[in-house]
């Protein structure tokens, strides 16, 4: 059976739903990444594109996952309350969009987890040799509503892994295709893309030793928010994402280690923004498709903002946030009904 990306021309197999797929591609014999043990961050090794065996990540495309979870009210409010929105959400409602990133919780034990907080790679995803890992944009289709108070089933499919030589070194990217329903019914059909790469040099630019300046945002919003994401912030959101990447909390990891110059606002803490703000200056219209891309990433050291504005026939939406310097860190495009 092939699976063709409502989003893309690629056709590539789709596995079983299951955890652990028959003639699985091999990891390393206690299951670490080669790079992700505990301690090899902290050496920050360089990694060649000949060090990355690519036919053997691309074994992982096709795999495939199923999780299921109840889509409670008493989250969403928790997400309400960390969003600044005053409204109480009650089972029959309807979830808003962007929200189902709260559930379908990936639950790995404390042994489990490389030194960055994720889970370590080599069971669902691939084992890609490279320490930092970013959330670099997706699509979103939203066929119908999500229930609060009704069970859903997600089924998550690797649709592709390649490396790229970049700039400063080996690049991989894995696209994830996402599909969830309720009662059989579908609901959300999304492919995430993950990129990862070398950790950063000594100021922050990886390998460079100087960050470039960022790409200035467009000046033609017509409408405009602007975010304080202090620490409080970020660890709600990683709380109810049950997200344990250090980059998000542990500021001494995330500078020290990683190379940044703060703590790192989650990336699809920041879509969820974009589309709150569609909500607020465009509450009875539905969203329909959704796509986004990070471009650059913002930190809880100083606030950035969230601008938009409407098409001309009103059937489409431009997003995008920036930060403090009026520098684009995330664009994002939706359709509406």
């Known amino acids: 059976m092939w699976l063709k990306s409502p989003f893309g021309n690629s056709k590539l197999p789709v596995a079983g739903r299951c955890r652990k797929m028959q003639d699985e591609p091999a990891c390393p014999p206690d299951g670490h990444d080669p ?3 505990r301690g090899a961050v902290d050496a920050a090794p360089t990694t060649s594109m000949s060090q990355i065996d690519t036919e053997h990540l691309k ?3 096709g795999r495939s996952e199923s999780a299921h979870d109840l889509i409670s009210a008493g989250a969403a409010n928790a997400l309400a309350a960390t969003l600044d929105r005053d409204e109480h959400l009650a089972d029959g409602g309807v979830l808003p969009p962007l929200w189902h990133w709260i559930y379908f919780w990936s639950v790995a034990p404390m042994s ?39 069970q859903a089933d997600k089924t998550s499919t690797i649709l592709d892994v390649s490396v790229k030589q970049g700039s400063t070194g080996p690049l991989a990217f894995v696209t994830v295709a996402h599909a969830i329903a309720q009662d059989g019914k579908p609901c959300i059909y999304e492919e995430h893309d993950i990129v990862y790469r070398e950790l950063a040099g000594p100021s922050g630019a990886s390998g460079s030793g100087k960050a470039a300046p960022g790409k200035p945002a467009p000046a033609d919003a017509q409408w ?3 975010i304080d994401p202090d620490p409080v912030l970020l660890f ?15 500021r001494s990891y995330a500078t020290g280690v990683e190379g940044y110059g703060g703590l790192i606002v989650h990336g699809p803490l920041i879509a969820t923004l974009l589309v709150d703000l569609l909500r607020r200056e465009l509450p009875f219209r539905v969203l329909k ?10 930190f809880d050291i100083e606030r950035f903002s969230l601008h938009g504005k409407l098409s001309d026939d009103g059937s ?3 997003l995008w946030a920036a ?5 684009l860190a995330m664009q994002a495009e939706a359709t509406l009904a």
Do not use: C, K
């Not at 959330?135 to 289709?141: D, K």
């Not at 498709?289 to 913002?298: D, I």
């Open 35 to 37: 790079i992700f043990v």
């Open 59 to 61: 074994q992982w495309a």
């Open 112 to 150: 489990g987890l490389g030194q960055d907080g994720h889970a370590r790679r080599g069971g669902f995803l691939p084992p890609v040799p490279l320490p930092r890992r970013m959330w670099a944009g997706g699509r979103l289709r939203f066929d119908a509503p999500l229930l609060l108070g009704v």
């Open 224 to 226: 405009t928010r602007v």
């Open 236 to 250: 709600r959101y990683s709380a109810l994402t049950f997200n344990g990447h250090r980059i998000h909390y542990d």
């Open 289 to 298: 498709t959704f796509s986004f891309r990070a471009v650059s990433p913002l």
């Open 316 to 318: 489409t939406a431009t």
């Open 323 to 327: 930060n403090a310097r009026g520098e």
